[in-house]
Structures are given as structure tokens and as C-alpha cells.
């Protein structure tokens, strides 16, 4: 006997149909899907009820089941993801508070008109070497000869309202021409002459006027006294790469206040920009890379963020590429703008040298003992290094000399000579320290002035 009181036959036979159940697979398939099956239950419960709350509630209701109460959440638990829904009203808000400050420009003027004429390029008959041969004969050959000219629209642009009063911020490529007329067509509907007031000298920024008082062909709007809408300008130094990028502009010379949507692609960009016809080249650095498409006819428009503000002036796209197009950052525009304001002009300092930066390469090229700074040098097409009378030939530097900072600050590949010489006005006095014949050394100059 045992402690159950159970005879020793009866203990054996359970034992053996255990022993017998444990080997039966059926048996641990039926457990293994009841198992199963409560653990799927369990979660697809609580998926409903993360999910679908209140139809949750109202099926256990209906089974006559106590509510569930879930359990509150922590605000700064949540996740920084914006609905699809906000960040569409977002792009729209943005869109549609800019584009009463966006204007296109057009531009006009008188082009020559050619016909076809035959004309005897012996001046008459009389003169003609083949009169004995053939008598009578009128030689004459066809000449494109200009009759006239006539006034037509010969491109477009976009730009962006700075002031109430009617100042405009664009591209210098789209207003450089000083023989054309300009006009500028705001999004009500109307158009106005418009005057160019400055170009910077070094940047692919213009600042032009809406003149109110004075149209100057028929059919422009004469509002003395109007006030415009200004864009709000926003801050470039904060820009990061992957944030929202909204373009503004007229397309294509045809399609104004396109917008169009990307990112920001890249920053601190160097490109050699130019126009179709090759009237207009210039280098531009820490440009804004963007795959918000920006064509033909969007430069000079505004680049926002998401919050309607401007961070870049739409001024190039890559040719042959797709969707990769470049916008200066505002930042470099704030100056050009406060400058026009109070003086009706754009100045820049002024040192007066070519250059190129210091790298693995030139410093192989050249035998130079250091790797960063600014190697004056000539330009590719025999430009002087040191331009005549400049503060740079005044102070004595040469071709080859290596100017290697500005006031303490050093020149490098990603901090150039002409960004660190922006940062201040003509007339400043900075201390250059350079290495001239193998020496290194200290200069003191006075910045000169170069202005368009």
C-alpha cells in the first residue's frame, strides 16, 4: 500500500498509461495548438484594443463583458512622426502664404528683324565679270540683311517681393542684360515696369525695383502708393540635409508660381554656373543641393521649409541629371538686401587676388610644404594673379605666395578665402598671414571695395 491507499496493480496501470500518453505525438499536437491558439487570442485581443478602442469596447459590451480600461499614455512617449495629413497642409500652408510674394519677370526688347534679299555682290551689271560671257545676265545671291528691329519678349524669370514697397530679389543671370526692358507680373494679375537697382558683384543675386508711378509701356499697371506683400525670410545656417524643400517659380517661362516639391539633397555645394548662351559664368560656393525641380525660368524664386519661410534663391539646375538643382542659401542675400536698401547698391571687400585652394593635389603640383590655404595663381586664361592697384599689390603679395589665414581663421577646402573675406565690409582692417619664399609672415591690409 501507499500513501493513497491504493493497491501496487492500480499504481502501475496509471503509471503505464501515462508513460503511454507522453508517447502518443497526438496528444502534444493538441496541446501544442491549444497553447498556440491562446497566445495568438491573447495578442490579436490586445492589437484590437491598441487599434480599434472603441469598437473593442462596444463587442464586449454587447457580450455583456467589463470594459477594459487602457492604460494612458506618455506624451513624451509618443512617437515624432507627422501624419501624411499635417504634412500635406503644411506644404500647402507654405505654398499658399509665399505665393502672393512671388513674381515672374519678363524681359523684352529690341531684337533685329532679317529678310531674305538677292543682291548683286558686284553692285550692278556694269560690273559684272561674266556680262561678255553672258550678256544680259543679272548675277545675284541671296543675303540675310536686317530690316528694322522689332520690340518681343526674349526670356523670363521668377523672383520673390523683399520689401512693402515693391523690392524684388532674383537672379543677376535673369536681369543682366542692360539694353532689355523689365517687367514683373504678380500673382493677382497685374504687371509693372520694374528697374534694375543692383547686382552683386560676386554672388548670382539682383535686387530690382517695382516702379509704381511711372509704367512704361501700355498696358502696365500705374498703383502709387501700393503695398506689397514681402516674403518671410528665414535662416540658412540651420538647414539640414533630408528636410522638406518647396520650390516657387515660373517654369519654363510659361507656367507661373509652379511649385514643386523635394528635399534637401546637399549642402555647402561649389558649382561653375551659366546661361544657355553662354553670356553668363561664375563659380558659386556653399550653394544648397536640392531635388525639388527647379527648370528653366524658376531661377530667382524662392526655396522654403515648411514653414513658408525662405531659405534659398532657386538659381540652377545639373545638366544632363535629373531632379538635382541648386539654390543659394539666404543668408548671403540678407546683406545684398539691408545694403540696397541704404545705399541703393551692393558692395563687397575687396582684395584683389586669383586663387586656388591648397589640397593633396596643388600641394604635389606646386612642391608646397603646407596642405591648406590659398595659392595665388593666374587665371586659365592668363588673368593676372594680383589685379593692378589693388590692396593685395599694395601690400606685396605675389604669384605663388600662399595666404594661409585671415585674422587667425584658416583657409581650407571647406572654408574658402572668399567666405572668410564676406564676413566683413570694405574698409575693415584684417591681418593676413601668408608664407612667401619658403617664410611665413603677417600682413595688415585694408580691405578696398568692389561693387557692380
Known amino acids: ?74 506624451p513624451s512617449a509618443t512617437s515624432s512622426y507627422t501624419s501624411n495629413v499635417s504634412y500635406e497642409q503644411a506644404i500647402i500652408d507654405a505654398a499658399k ?67 512693402a514697397d515693391g523690392l524684388v530679389l532674383t537672379n543677376k543671370h535673369v536681369v543682366s542684360d542692360s539694353k532689355a526692358d523689365y517687367t514683373v507680373f504678380t500673382n493677382d494679375g ?102 525639388a525641380a527647379i527648370n528653366a525660368g524658376n531661377s530667382g524664386g524662392p526655396l522654403l521649409n515648411l514653414k513658408g519661410e525662405v531659405i534659398g534663391i532657386d538659381t540652377a539646375m545639373a545638366e544632363g541629371a535629373q531632379d538635382i538643382g541648386f539654390a543659394i542659401p539666404i543668408n548671403m542675400a540678407k546683406k545684398d538686401i539691408d545694403q540696397v536698401k541704404k545705399t541703393s547698391k551692393i558692395v563687397y571687400p575687396f582684395l584683389g587676388v586669383r586663387y586656388a585652394l591648397v589640397n593633396d593635389q596643388v600641394k604635389r603640383k606646386y612642391n608646397l610644404s603646407v596642405d591648406y590655404g590659398a595659392l595665388v595663381l593666374k587665371g586659365d586664361k592668363g588673368e593676372p594673379a594680383v589685379t593692378a592697384g589693388s590692396v593685395a599689390e599694395k601690400a606685396g603679395i605675389k604669384e605663388k605666395d600662399v595666404i594661409l589665414e585671415i585674422n587667425g581663421e584658416k583657409i581650407t577646402a571647406s572654408n574658402s578665402m572668399s567666405t572668410i573675406i564676406q564676413k566683413y565690409n570694405a574698409g575693415d582692417k ?17 580691405l578696398g571695395e568692389r561693387s557692380s
Open 97 to 163: 502664404n509665399a505665393s502672393p510674394s512671388v513674381v515672374s519677370i519678363v524681359i523684352s526688347k529690341n531684337i533685329p528683324v532679317y529678310e531674305e534679299q538677292f543682291v548683286n555682290p558686284f553692285g550692278d551689271n556694269s560690273s559684272n565679270p561674266f556680262g561678255d560671257l553672258f550678256p544680259g545676265f543679272n548675277f545675284q545671291i541671296p543675303q540675310q540683311v536686317q530690316n528694322g528691329t522689332q520690340y518681343q519678349e526674349v526670356g523670363a524669370g521668377s523672383g520673390f517681393i523683399v520689401s
Open 190 to 291: 497685374q504687371k509693372y515696369p520694374a528697374k534694375v537697382l543692383a547686382l552683386d558683384p560676386v554672388q548670382d543675386l539682383a535686387v530690382i525695383k517695382i516702379q509704381l508711378d511711372s509704367p512704361a509701356q501700355a498696358g502696365l499697371t500705374a498703383q502709387a502708393g501700393k503695398k506689397f506683400q514681402p516674403v518671410i525670410l528665414g535662416d540658412s545656417s540651420g538647414i539640414q540635409i533630408g528636410q522638406t524643400a518647396i520650390a516657387i517659380g515660373n517654369a519654363l517661362g510659361q507656367f507661373s508660381n509652379t511649385v514643386s516639391v523635394g528635399v534637401v539633397s546637399g549642402l555647402k555645394r561649389t558649382i561653375s554656373a551659366s546661361d544657355q548662351v553662354g553670356s553668363f559664368s561664375e563659380t558659386l560656393e556653399n550653394i544648397i543641393q536640392t531635388d
Open 430 to 446: 584684417i591681418t593676413l598671414h601668408i608664407l612667401k619664399n619658403g617664410k611665413e609672415q603677417d600682413i595688415d591690409v585694408t
Open 1 to 74: 500500500m501507499n500513501m493513497y491507499n491504493l493497491p501496487e496493480s492500480d499504481i502501475n496501470e496509471i503509471k503505464n498509461k501515462i508513460i503511454k500518453a507522453l508517447k502518443n505525438k497526438t496528444f502534444w499536437g493538441a496541446l501544442f495548438l491549444i497553447i498556440a491558439g491562446c497566445i495568438i487570442g491573447f495578442y490579436a485581443g490586445m492589437a484590437a484594443l491598441h487599434y480599434f478602442p472603441s469598437q473593442t469596447q462596444a463587442f464586449l459590451q454587447y457580450f455583456k463583458m467589463p470594459e477594459v480600461k487602457l492604460p494612458k499614455t506618455n
